[in-house]
T-cell receptor
């Protein structure tokens, strides 16, 4: 079963527009990560945000975390056709402290040139 | 290129058979994770090894097993295969075992069970 759910499931925007994806999760976390997956390929780590952080930036990416609402959002600004991919949030739930990740359902982003 | 390698890229086999998937982590990484990605189950954590020792189990079936060798490469063994085992199997690695470290994913092995 999935730990989290991304919303929307699919998003289609024009190049240059901003894309916002949301992730909700079920239980307390220590860290939340966002990954990107091009069709049928391996996942690429984008950004990690810790539970005591509220916002983090990396280039055109901005991630927010609201632990009270158990939700996170990923904003991609000035999107490019190359941003077309699926985006997943992942949380670490293991009570032993291990780094095992539990992924959400993903948002499929299409950026139209 | 993440530095994580997986072989083979594709595997087609019949129900009831057994296959072995192989993974080499990034140089210096001690942790290896296995994940399964299918259309109906999404991305599922299977098992985690750290420096040769099993660290945690996720949704791994009893028909599946894994190990990590002294050179840190890992193998995932899938036996008595069923049609529902058809999926992408990813290996990932990280430098440490405890939470808070990004994982580097390999390109995956696409398994098709016919």
């Amino acid at each position: 079963s999935q730990q989290g759910e991304e919303d929307p499931q699919a998003l289609s925007i024009q190049e240059g527009e901003n894309a916002t994806m949301n992730c909700s999760y079920k239980t307390s976390i220590n860290n939340l990560q966002w990954y990107r997956q091009n069709s049928g390929r391996g996942l690429v780590h984008l950004i990690l945000i810790r539970s005591n952080e509220r916002e983090k930036h990396s280039g055109r990416l901005r991630v927010t975390l609201d632990t009270s609402k158990k939700s996170s959002s990923l904003l991609i600004t000035a999107s490019r056709a190359a941003d077309t991919a699926s985006y997943f949030c992942a949380t670490d739930l293991d009570q032993t402290g291990a780094n095992n990740l539990f992924f959400g359902t993903g948002t499929r982003l299409t950026v139209i040139p | 290129d993440s530095g994580v390698t997986q072989t083979p890229k594709h595997l087609i086999t019949a129900t009831g058979q057994r296959v072995t998937l192989r993974c080499s982590p990034r140089s210096g990484d001690l942790s290896v994770y296995w994940y399964q990605q299918s259309l109906d189950q999404g991305l599922q954590f299977l098992i985690h090894y750290y420096n040769g020792e099993e660290r945690a189990k996720g949704n791994i079936l009893e028909r599946f097993s894994a190990q990590q060798f002294p050179d840190l490469h890992s193998e995932l063994n899938l036996s008595s295969l069923e049609l529902g085992d058809s999926a992408l199997y990813f290996c990932a690695s990280s430098v440490e075992a405890h939470r808070g470290y990004e994982q580097y994913f390999g390109p995956g092995t696409r398994l098709t069970v016919t």
